[in-house]
């Protein structure tokens, strides 16, 4: 199994009100398959500081298959739920996350770049739908957390 190539930004960090919000943390992922590797950098946003810390980048092999098929329960799970109506209305999954995901066949992305907060979302998600979502966020973690 291979992965597709891909493009991801996770922000921690969405809800706002009339200024935009602060970034708790952010992690994006590039899936590179013709190099079989994922590129991936984090920044986070430590309490007590005044901003995001610079981005650690680094680079992991997506030969191996549990790496390959957390990718592409991923892209699987984004396509199958729902995002907000307008873009950037409300937080509908409610964890203060966002993920921004492109490739070849999917284009998905659950908050708009100012953030969310300024309204309600005609989009409401199932309890089934926000299980998929907080799993979305899992797999985001746990490649990010795998060693380079």
Not at 9 to 14: D, S, T
Not at 80 to 87: G, L, M, R, V
Not at 103 to 118: A, H, I, K, T, Y
Request: net charge negative; glycine share 8%; proline share 9%.
């Amino acid at each position: 199994m291979s992965i597709p190539e891909f493009s991801l930004r996770l922000q921690h960090g969405i809800t706002g009100g009339f200024a935009p919000p602060t970034p708790e943390a952010i992690i994006t992922i590039t899936g590179i398959p013709t190099q079989n590797l994922l590129n991936i950098s984090s920044a986070v946003h430590p309490k007590g500081t005044p901003s995001l810390q610079d981005a650690v980048p680094k680079s992991i092999s997506a030969a191996d298959a549990h790496t390959a098929e957390l990718v592409n329960e991923l892209k699987d799970g984004l396509k199958s739920i729902p995002t907000e109506s307008p873009p950037g209305s409300e937080d509908i999954y409610g964890l203060d996350m966002s993920i921004a995901f492109g490739s070849e066949d999917l284009v998905w992305q659950n908050d708009s770049p100012q953030g969310c907060g300024c309204g309600e979302s005609s989009v409401k998600p199932t309890e089934d739908d926000k299980t998929k979502f907080k799993r979305a966020v899992e797999i985001v973690k746990e490649l990010q957390a795998k060693d380079a």
